[in-house]
């Protein structure tokens, strides 16, 4: 596959991520905890469960529910955020819960619940794979069952070029596409694919590509930071 | 045995081998369903989960605490995903919110529901150190000693539950906290027993 | 997963060392947990802090907005102070708009600030009657291990001292261009007891707020004044015992202010 040699406005190459930084079990009181550094993006996640689904009647007998939130501070956008969620927040918060169940075993807990919160601290385009990438490894941290990993990554166009990893300034182009994607490391499915703009099948295919080779990356990262908190248990 | 810890999702072996728990196939390889331990050289594929809540077993030992009592019985929590149940016959005493009982697992459901038996109520003026449920087996020790350095060591009465809850009650418990926040965290190192008993001489 | 029931048991063991004189995680009574204060964490907000008291994490941010004066002060800025307290924070925490712990914590904190003049609103009208700056501080609670109270304080304090001005073109806001830092004529901190069986605690973690029997918490400025008190849950205190509190609340808070200072890279 070619990648072209333009440099991008921060000076990244095509197929470059900016700076991922994972930490795990951060936080006392949850069961599952992670923190992420993407770029400017600052992520906090918290698991628990799973817990017994309250009230009785939203329980499912034959699965745990899992409940993703996704939100956004008012101060980690250019402009304050009104505290009240929005729109957007509840679609991903929808659609990131949906492609976290896929990996999770969850029929081996009828009548529970897995809630996993997410809080924005500060951002700057890609909040909702970096907040899954970390919800991902706060669920492995919390120590729930599930088929594989999740990691996730967009992908796009700006300013002609296939580009992994978008910033603000580059979806602010004149011709930006935008492709949120998720996979199971392990056995490249797809959990999460969303898609705003214009692309040829062409263009698509070459992104797409280039987000699964980022993908292998970001699981590589998630994978060091699960074994970093638990390292002396090797030793045991 | 070395010792390796694995994520979600991880390829365990490509080798023929039994399978134990939290592993599953997929594409006729081992792969592990929860973070953990695996040993490779070990004969049967399994991993030791690091994390997470106490999964019911028959003839385990736990504590438990009473949170709700019902006409038939008692609700305890288990440290588990759902509260059990006690029934009222062949308990002697009247059990009141917050009472703690150690009770052995009868069966366990399809939906992970728990029946105990052998309820026996603890004296009051106890608490309850949790551990991960992992770690208990660190916690008891080479037939028990562990579990006798602690008592020793900290003069108070203790009941291990496979559930992570530990009642104790009387002599110094801050230390044996301490002493049992050391084993959870140092458990990679040998000669740990010897190394807990000298921290109770030095303490006290 | 009874939090409550677990909780009642420690509570006991609380008040059993406090007997002997001792707290349950070994600090005396009048000592604060270990501060550890990270400013100017947010690029996006015009300042911000992250701030943890023991394991108590908390997160604020300032943002500058534009909007119109009060009537009955036509010349002067406005400032709103707003809490959260996250699920992510505590298993007992639950999703959706601030209850009344929340509204209570943002109030006390916009109190302390507010009354004591920290900000000088005059200086934040751009046009008499007409438009002026609002300054938004948002809290969030990140671990609830006790004393969200001054932990949010501090959190706003920090990001207030850190805070930058957004830079004004015909009235519009320059995104990420500043006119100035915010100044800031006092520096008023919270300090927060709790009452446990006549003794009289500073900074309860979780354990210990579980048992109290009544919580004080007083705003101080560096000049020893006081802009703010604030007598919570139920339980009662003696003239004496708040007396004891406000001198030891102006002594320990000097301290943070410290720690405060050296986090924004002044002193």
Redo the contacts between chains.
Sequence with gaps: MLVSKAKRPDGRKADELREIKIEAGVLNRADGSCYLEWGQNKVVVAVYGPREALPKHIQNPNKALVNYIYRMATFSVPERKNPKPGRREIEISKVCGEALESAIFVERFPNTTIDIFVEILDSNAGTRVAALTAAAVALADAGIPMRDLVSAVSVGRANGEIIVDLTKEEEDAEDAVDIPMAIMPNTQEFVLLQMDGIMSKEEWSKAIAMGQKACQQIYKLQREALRKRYLAAEKE | MA???V?????LTSERKRLGQ?V?I?DGKI?A???G?FIPEAPVASVI?????YVPKENDVIVG???EEKFAGYVV?I?????SFVLKEGIRQNLK??A?ISAKVANVNE??GVELTNVRILPK?G??I?VVPVKVP?IIGKNASMLKVLKEGSGSQMIVGKNGWIWVRGGN??LLEKAIRKIE?????SNLTNKIANMFKEKR | MNEKVIWDLRIEQVIEKLKKGKRIDGRKLDEYRPLEIKAAFSQNADGSAWVKLGATEVVCGVKFGLGEPYPDSPDEGALSVNAELLPIASPVFEVGPPNEDATELARVVDRGIREAKAIDFKKLCIEEGEKVWIVFIDIYAINDDGNLFDASSIAALTALLNARIPKLEDGEIVKKEYSGKLKLGKLPLLTTFAKISNFILLDPCLAEEKSKEGRFSVATTEDKKITAMQKGEVGAFKLKELENCIDLAFEKSAAVRKTIKESIGED
Excluded: M, Q, T
């Excluded at chain 2, 989960?49 to 809540?53: F, I, W």
């Design positions: 010792k390796r810890i994520i979600p999702g991880e390829v939290h599953f997929r792969v369903d929860c973070l331990i989960p690091l994390k997470g809540r605490i009473v949170v929590d440290n588990s995903f759902y509260y919110r917050g703690i939906v992970n003026g608490e309850i949790s660190r418990i801050p965290e140092e458990a990679h190192l």
